[in-house]
């Protein structure tokens, strides 16, 4: 399935990237070259082949219902770009009329 | 006398039962409303919910942050619920085995395999950039609940008449139909999953259209989180708000969420739609959110239905969006939001291994299970002969059932019991806004009035002022009714004197009972019990009333 500039388009827009035109060109064929490759799987026979959900031969790591200590409030903040007071001060969420 | 008490007559528009929510204001409210709804004749209205739980483990369910409620901002927070580059994210046991228990409470199958997914959106209360929920691998799927059908909107359709097609699911089948007991609808659940809750923004301005920022506070993001999707299988408003209520009776009653809507641990956003009756297709569906109540539920979805009727009516068609519940002015408005929205991209969450979850585990938390709300519903019926509605209403809290059943073992009439606290209980309980568990007044304290109202000590009337004082203070009743001398006046001369001064100052109505409008009698009763603050026997005052006035003659 050969990737169209739009699919580009679309995926930068989901993941808020701003591309130039150049990018878009090249990434169409980047991205259409990754794909490509990864259709050779398909060549495979998976007939009876289970889905695999994660790589590594691991299965239900759970950790117990216990409270451990959280980060000083000043740590938590310390990277935030805005603050206001002990909150993360961000942009207005929704573009609306 | 207990008149009032032992009727259900002014029971009805008491308080709610369970403390929270405006249960029984809006069972009236329906009751009224559906009165009318004839659009329902026509149209059949169906809808789905999508419920979200909190759950009530101590600590997130990826991290050992602590998931109390009202901490200081950002203080419950640490590396891996504020999405920090480099962290692992751990499951929490707890949480896990509250869904399977969730899961078999609401007669699901639980999955053998089951994996966490990435659910991938930008929003500032999801420090991530992408939720961690469940996609094509929830850990519960195909269950149901059974509820009491709406009896107002089965009208014949192909699949609402009671008993309807059998095996058919969603539909109203006679299964449940026992003696006296009304049709039953099956809402099918379509899946249980877990999930992550983001964080809390506060708006600046107005709301979130005017504001220019919002401040955000983490505390809440990754605390576990439940999602509860229902089949559409709702044929109405009225179902919607049982079906939430019966819901919430049962994630109860498993201890799994405390599911106060209030404080947002238990919300619900609804699919809707409408078609003419008769018809098998689907039209097109609302969502609507923002539905902040139990009542907010009912009336959203009761102007969202009659909203697309309108419109198919009008020969318009219904517009598939998303749209906002307003309160404030009691109507639906669509929402904006950006066209990639609904565009996830899920994938297996690489942080997080797979869960096999063994059958002997399942096994161990079924066995483990309590007495569902249902069950024990219908024990009370057998067990203590209370209507339909009794046992429905006492059971929806399990403090309320345990309270019930503590005072019903040691006294002699459970209907009775049932009446205080349905009525006088659950009245104070919410004009105080507390839990049952919050108030000193005991089972056994409650008993123990009712006992002094059969002794003749106290008239029922003047036990509502006692168990008042009871409800705030645990004192016991014998206690209260000696200190303020609230003893029943039952003396036969006290009263005849009493009973002489009310027939010389009111030679009118004295009268009139002579001239036989016996009407004339509860007058003078009143002014006897007035004059006794409602101390007197009034059955006796009647007795002795009469005999004076007959004597007089
Ligand atoms: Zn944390």
Not at chain 2, 63 to 89: D, E, Q, R, W, Y
Not at chain 2, 172 to 192: E, F, N, S
Not at chain 2, 250 to 276: H, T
Request: proline content about 6%.
């Amino acid at each position: 399935m050969p990737i169209t500039k739009q699919d580009v388009e679309h995926v930068a827009a989901l993941a808020r990237l701003e591309l130039g035109e150049e990018e878009k060109e090249s990434l169409t064929e980047q991205l259409g070259k990754i794909l490509e490759y990864a259709d050779k799987l398909k060549e495979l026979d998976t007939e009876g082949v289970p889905p695999t959900a994660h790589p590594l031969p691991i299965k239900n790591v759970f950790r117990e219902d216990r409270v451990r200590p959280s980060l000083p409030v000043e740590d938590a903040l310390a990277n935030a770009p805005e603050r206001e007071g002990s909150f993360f001060k961000v942009p207005r969420i929704m573009e609306t009329d | 006398m207990s008149s009032n008490l032992s009727g259900s007559s002014d029971l009805i528009g008491s308080g709610n039962l369970s403390g929270s929510g405006n249960l029984r204001s809006s069972i009236n409210t329906s009751a009224r409303e559906s009165e009318g709804h004839r659009e329902y004749e026509e149209y059949e209205v169906i809808i789905g919910l999508e419920v979200h739980a909190e759950l009530l483990t101590d600590s997130k369910i990826f991290c050992g942050c602590s998931t109390k409620f009202g901490a200081a901002p950002n203080s419950h927070v640490c590396p891996i619920c504020l999405g920090m580059p480099g962290v692992l994210p751990v499951v929490n046991r707890k949480a896990v085995e509250f869904a399977i228990r969730t899961g078999l409470a609401l007669n699901c199958e639980i999955a053998e395999f089951s994996k966490f997914d990435r659910k991938n959106y930008f929003y500032p209360d999801l420090p991530k950039n992408y939720q961690i929920s469940q996609y094509d691998l929830p850990l519960c799927r195909n269950g149901y609940i059974d509820i009491p059908a709406d009896t107002s909107v089965l009208s014949g359709g192909p699949d609402d008449s009671p008993g309807g097609r059998p095996g058919e699911k969603g539909s109203c089948t006679g299964a449940g139909i026992q003696a006296g007991r009304g049709p039953v609808r099956r809402i099918r659940i379509k899946r249980v999953h877990l999930e992550e809750e983001a964080g809390k923004s506060i708006h600046e301005g107005q709301n979130i259209v005017e504001s220019s920022f919002s401040l955000e506070d983490y505390n809440r993001a990754g605390i576990p989180l439940m999602e509860i999707v229902s089949e559409p299988d709702i044929r109405s408003p009225r179902e919607a708000y049982v079906y939430l209520s019966t819901l919430r009776a049962i994630l109860q009653y498993i201890g799994v969420s405390d599911c106060k809507m209030e404080e947002g641990s238990l919300r619900c956003d609804a699919n809707i739609s409408v078609r003419p009756r008769g018809s098998t297709r689907y039209g097109a569906q609302t969502e609507l959110k923002n539905l902040n109540s139990f009542r907010a539920v009912e009336k959203g979805l009761a102007f969202e239905a009659a909203r697309q009727i309108d419109a198919l009516r009008r020969g318009e068609r219904v517009v598939r969006e998303t749209r906002h519940w307003d309160e404030a002015r009691g109507i639906t408005v669509p929402m904006r939001s950006k066209e990639e929205a609904h565009d996830y991209r899920y994938f297996p969450e690489p942080d997080l291994v797979p869960m096999v979850i063994e059958r002997e585990w399942v096994e161990r938390i079924r066995e483990e299970l309590p007495e569902l709300p249902g069950a024990r519903k219908e024990r009370l019926m057998k067990e203590y002969g209370l209507p339909e509605y009794d046992a429905g209403l006492i059971t929806e809290s399990r403090a309320m059932a345990d309270f019930f059943e503590a005072c019903a073992r040691n006294y002699r009439d459970p209907k009775i019991v049932s009446n205080w606290v349905m009525g006088e209980l659950s009245r104070l309980l919410n004009e105080s806004g507390k839990d049952i568990s919050e108030v000193p007044v005991t089972p056994g304290g409650l008993a123990d009035m009712l006992k002094l109202i059969d002794e003749g000590v106290i008239s029922g009337k003047i036990a509502k002022a006692v168990f008042e004082e009871m409800f705030s203070t645990g004192k016991a009743a014998r206690e209260i009714v000696k200190e303020k001398g609230l003893v029943q006046i039952a003396d036969e001369g006290q009263l005849l004197n009493i009973i002489d001064q009310v027939i010389a100052e009111n030679p009118g109505p004295v009268a009139d009972v002579a001239a036989g409008k016996d009407k004339a009698i509860t007058f003078l009763v009143g002014q006897v019990m007035r004059k006794t603050q409602g101390r007197a026997n009034p059955q006796l005052a009647t007795r002795l009333l009469r005999e004076r006035l007959q004597e007089g003659r």
